[in-house]
Structure formats: structure tokens, C-alpha cells
């Protein structure tokens, strides 16, 4: 075991002589014998001694504890020395995220140990199948979606980038929901991630911070110095930290996600408890834990508001007291903390961040209000990832006040010194009143997106659209106070995940052609260029992707009961359910050729299976219906016999990380398809592209430079553009039916005579109602667009070859998308930490 971890991990000392068992060009190395029995020992040790169980009893969860317990070693040496760096004065990135939707990690950190062949052939040893063990683990759904996923994306990047990183967050008790499909209904029930025993993490026990709420401020008025405040807060929260080690690319580097978990100050009021009232004695403990309990479901609901502003503020004072503690004991003096630390605020849940670090720095440090403003805005940034009006944040003024009296007063001041200069030269009342942190047009409300901005150092938007549109928008006013503070950083995704794990058949393929080098660097994927019309290579690329359609079409027939054709074009749209990423624009399509080919039953039609995943948030009634028309329309379909096997409906249920990993190998076809101007950026598309689907997409979010990097030929747009999509709404078009082509007005007649819902024709009438009277997302607007450009995608797949050739284009184009380098550009430009 010694040798193994030894030669597995260079120590920092050794590191440019154990360097070369990792050169780029080097294949895997193949897992020796003794490395095998060592990790088998490992594994059989950690079932005794952790487990409690022999190989003889052990369940196949007992199996796969054992075996993360034992791969969780690997990586402890360098976790090690990986904090011993980060104490050694290098500037530290704290990521604050209430979400962080990471999936399982048995196959990322073997996969990043380089351990997958040696677990699979110990496990094989001892009678265990490593796929089956892998299938155990309970998704980690920390997370709602996009947002969460790119902050473990960025968790990963940054290990493998050796960029020392905390990630800060919520250890959730329950993730989201799991989704039940209920005669086509979708069902929320609860998820329970850590009911049994999380392998991966570490309770810190020790590592405890008081989180306060409520009461009052006092005020201490002093001549000749600034007046001090003091908080007495009502009730206290602790927050106990847990520690998961998060392994970087060839094991080079860990980095650690802390995520806070809610505990009460008083475990019970023994009193009450003594008197009988056994339910009271536990209130305020149920009270103060109910802040870790469940990921808040979505960002439309009303329900649960003042739960979600303790969430927030609960996680963003914990994770600042922590790294004040750490600065202090590290480097002392406070005014070095823009030196040692910079914080990125993912979106603005953590934005009450400007107002308790400014508070931690006066109020309790006894900084200066001037010192500790530039050591806040030096250190602070921000990343925004909504333009639509609903999903900016912001808090009643009486909520904040009643729950942070403090932060209050403190937003205010920083209001007022932000607006002072612009009153003082009498600028525009409208202009005020737009850069405001406080909005007074409707209530009072604190507007969480300018708070983020004015404590910004950087703020930064996450494709070249959405940053375009940020400064022409939402922040058009406070771009023009503080110019050159807003800069875009295209999202990425980690293709150690989304592609030499989620798809080893083609990684392999990738490898053979490219040697290892393309595992390190996936600039390399662009040598693939030159085999994109090279037929042998086609059929090679083709039989690595029918291989993955072919696991794709069990798993459907396992969780839906409908067959599908491996053969048959995969077009797949999978993401949330939400009115802006027009599921409803498919779906009608999918009403459209079915009807096309019932008409027309003799013609030749292109196979195609449409593919639909994603959860609604559990109040998003629109959203829910959507997934209910689409199971219906299913089912039509799907057992008509005059269609037979030239269309097929699925919903598949339960959409989360690991069932992207199966269902994105096998895709054919990208559905990325919003109206224009309304995706921030997308990562799905990325995954998508990146694993040779070609995409039907919209002049939205990222799919615009992935156009740019693919080639227009290679990519199929449709639709209106953002400018376009103004102009129209402008000229009040999305609210006159009379522009409807037959094909769509035909489409939307079948779906209100209940031709899919026999059984309650009317049921989907609210839907149809709303695109007649007010088509917001301008679904009739692109819909004959939309129709025609599927009619090429249909020719194109026709021709096989040239399929395959664009296929393999987009495979080797979009290498820009890693992870990788939106962190470089995230370190070069924000954080200034060396990459
Ligand atoms: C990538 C990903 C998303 C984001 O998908 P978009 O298509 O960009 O909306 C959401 N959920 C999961 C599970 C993902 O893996």
C-alpha cells in the first residue's frame, strides 16, 4: 500500500521527479498485479474495520462504502499537502454557491486517480462488478440545475488547475426532488442523499461558527469618532462545517468543498421537556435546523421566503467568518485580505456577502469604514446569470429589517455613499432612482443584483450575448458609473466528467487517434479535424456512438416500457422544464409530423425518437403542464400504428447528473432552442456538442460561439434573434394570431379538440390561451423556422457520411468549452491567481 500511494501521489517535494509517471504521452498505465492486491486489501480493510462486515454479508452497498472509503485514502496525502500549499500564503479562490450539483463522485475521483481499471479489477476479484457498485451511489443534487452544475464543474476545473479553492455552500439533508411521473403528472418527493452513511465527507465537529438573526442595533455615539454599532441579535444558529476533499485532474492537486450544516445553539429546553412538552422543548432546534434542510426547489416560487433569506445569509456569514478566521491566524492583518483571498459570489444568493464582510470589519474587527469598503471591493466579485426581470433578487425592505437590522443599516450607508455624488451634481431623478440598491417604484425592496454590483470588484456575465445584453440592460446605468467593471466569461464544462467519463467508448476512440495527450489538453481535439471525412474513422466514430444509443434504448425500455430504435435519430432536449427553453416549441413540432406523417403515411419519413428530460420547479404550474402534454402526446404516438416506428415520444424521468452522463453519448440531435436573448449561456449544449450531437439552436447564450467554433455548417440555427425578438414584441406581434401559418394553427387545433387528451379535452386550454393572447416566448414566432430547419436536420441524416462528418467537426471544435479555460480566464483576469 505504501508504494502504491507513493508512486500514485507525488509528494510536493519530489514533484518534477514523479512527475514523468504522468507525462501526457505516456498511455494509462496498466494496473499492475501488486497494485491490484493493494487496493483489494485496501477495499477488504475498509469493509471490516469501517463497514463492520465481511465479503461474505457485504450488500452492494457495503461493497461500494468500502471501496469509496478506500479511494478516499488515495487522495488524502495530497489533500494534504494540497491545504499545506494553501497555507503557505498563495492567494486562496473561495466560490460561494448555494448550489453546487455534483452527481456522483466514485467515478470522478477514480477517474481522476487514474484507478478505474485497478478498482474494477480488484473489486472483479473479490466477485464485485465495479459498474453495479458505481450505480449505488445516491446522486449529490445540491442543486437545481445549470447555475449548481457549473459551480462543481468549476470545483473540478480548479483542482486539475492546482488553483487553490474553497468551495462554500449548504449541506442540504435533502437535494431536489426526486421527480415521479404520475400518469404523465409530474410527482415531487423527497430525496435522501445522506440517509445512509456520505463516504466522502468530513464533520468538522470543531468548526463551528454562530450565525445570528433578528433583535436590535445599538449605537454608541463617541466624540470625535465614528459612531460604533453593535448588533444584539435574537436567536443564534451554529453552522458545523463538513469537508469534502474534491480531487484535481491525475490526483495533482485537492481542494475542499465546505458545506455548512445547521445545528441549534441549545439542543432542547430541558425545562419544557421536564414539564411534558416534549414537542415545544424541540422548537427552536427544529426551528434553527430546518436551515440546512431542504435546497430551496426553484427560483419561482413565493412560498418559503424568509427560510430561503436565512439559507442565504446563514451560509455567506459562516463561510466569511471562516476565512477571516483563517486570514487572521495565517497573516494577521486584515488589510492583506485582497492579497490572499478573492471571493466569487455565484449569482446573487450570497450577495448579503457586501454587507456582513463590511460588518465583520467594522463592527467586530473595528476597521475604519473606508479600509474596510476597498479591502471588501477588492476582494469581492460577482457573477450574474439572469437578465429576466422575475429572477432578480430582491428582498422586502421589512423582511431584512425584522431579520438583519444590521445589514440593513449597512446597505443603506453604502447606498448612500454610492447615490451622494450622483445627487450632489443633481443627476437625472430617473437615474437614481435606476441605480438605487433600494427599488421604490412598487414596496421597498433591496435590490440584491446592484448590491453584488457596487461591492463587485468584477462582475461578469457567462457568454458574449448575455454580457452584451447585462450592459445594455439590467446594469446599463451602473455600467455607465463604473465602467470597465463588467467583463464576460463564456461558461465551460469539465470534460474529465462530461466526456472521458461519461463517454469512455468514445474517449477511447480519441485516445487510439490522438494519443493520452488529448486527456490533458483539449486543445488536442482539434487534430480530429483532419479525420472528419476519413470514411474508415466514420465508421469507427459511428460504432463508438450506436454502442451508447444501444445502452440508451434498455435504459428507456427499463423506466418507460417503450421501445425504441437504436437506428432511429436521437433528437434530445434535455434541462429544466421552463417556459423560456420552449420544451412547448418541440413538442408542438412532434404534434406537427405526427400529423404530417398521418396525412401522408407513404412517404419516406426519417426515423426519430424525441427524447425529453428535466424537472419543473414544484410551483411552476405552466411547467408541469408542459410535462403532462408531452407524456400525452407520448402516448398517442407512440401507439399509433399508422406512425409505427417512424416517431417516438419519451419522457424520461428523474432528470439529474447521472442521467445526463447515459442519455448525452447517445444523442444525435441538441435541442437548444430558447428564445433569443433569454439563456444566460446553456452548458448542456456544451456536453451536447462536445459528445458529437449537432445542435438546432437558437442565436442564444453560448450557442452563438459555439456556432463561431463549429462552423455554420456544421450547426443548424434557426429562429429569431435577440434584436428580432425586441422589434416583434415591440410591434406587438407576439400578441396578433393572425400571422399563425396553417401548419401551426393546425397543430395547436388537434392539441384544444383534445386529440391527445380524450379524456379531459379542455385540459389543456390554459396553455393554448396563453400563446394566442400573449406568446411571450415567441413560440408561434420561430415556430415555422423551427419546422423547416428539422427538415434539414432530416436530409442531412440521410446522407451518413456527411452526418458523421459533422459530427466528428463538433466533436473536435469545441475544446474552447472546457472548464479549464473559463477558470484561467476567471484567475487571469478576476481573481489574479496564478494558473
Ligand atoms: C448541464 C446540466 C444542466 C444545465 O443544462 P442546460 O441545458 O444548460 O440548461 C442542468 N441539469 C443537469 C443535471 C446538468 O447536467
Redesign the pocket.
Known sequence: MESFDQSLVPSSAHQDEAEPAYRASEPARPASGTETEAFQQAILAKLTYDVGTDPAHATDHDWFTATALAVRDRAMDRWMVSKGRNQAGDKQVCYFSLEF?I?RLLSDTLNNLRLTDCARDALAGLGVDLDRIRAIEPDAAL????L??LAACFMESMASLEVPAYGYGIRYEHGLFRQELRDGWQQELPEDWLIRENPWEFERSDLVYRVTFGGFVEEFPASGRPTRFAWKPAETVQAVAFDTPVVGWRGRHVNTLRLWSARAAEPLRLDAFNSGDHVGALADRARAEAISRVLYPGDETEAGRELRLRQEFFFTSASLQDLLARHTRLHGDLHTLPDHAAIQLNDTHPALAVAELMRLLVDERHLAWDDAWAIATRTLNYTNHTLMPEALERWPVSLMEQLLPRHLQIIYHINWLHLEPLIRRSADIELIKAVSVIDESQGRYVRMGHLAFIGAHKVNGVSALHTDLMRQTVFRDLNALYPGRIVNKTNG?TFRRWLHQANPQLTQLLTQELGEAVLDDPGALIKLERLADDSAFQDRFRSQRSASKISLAKLVADRTGVQIDPSALFDIH???IHEY?RQLLNILEVVALYDAIRSEPGRHWVPRVKIFA?KAAASYHRAKLIIKLANDVAKIVNSDPVVAGRLKVVFLPN???S??ETIIPAADLSE?ISTAGM?A???????LALNGALTIGTLDGANIEIRECVGEENIFIFGMTAEEVETYRKAGLHRDRAGWSARFENAISLISAGAFSPDDPHRFDSLIHALSSDDTFMVAGDFDSYWATQRRVDELWQEPSAWSRASVLNTARVGWFSADRTIREYADDIWKVPV
Request: proline residues 0%.
Open positions: 450539483l452527481g442543486g437545481n440545475g445549470g449548481g452544475r464544462i434535455i434541462k429544466r427553453k428535466g432528470y439529474n447528473v442521467l445526463a437548444q439563456e449561456s446553456g452548458t448542456g449544449n456544451m456536453k
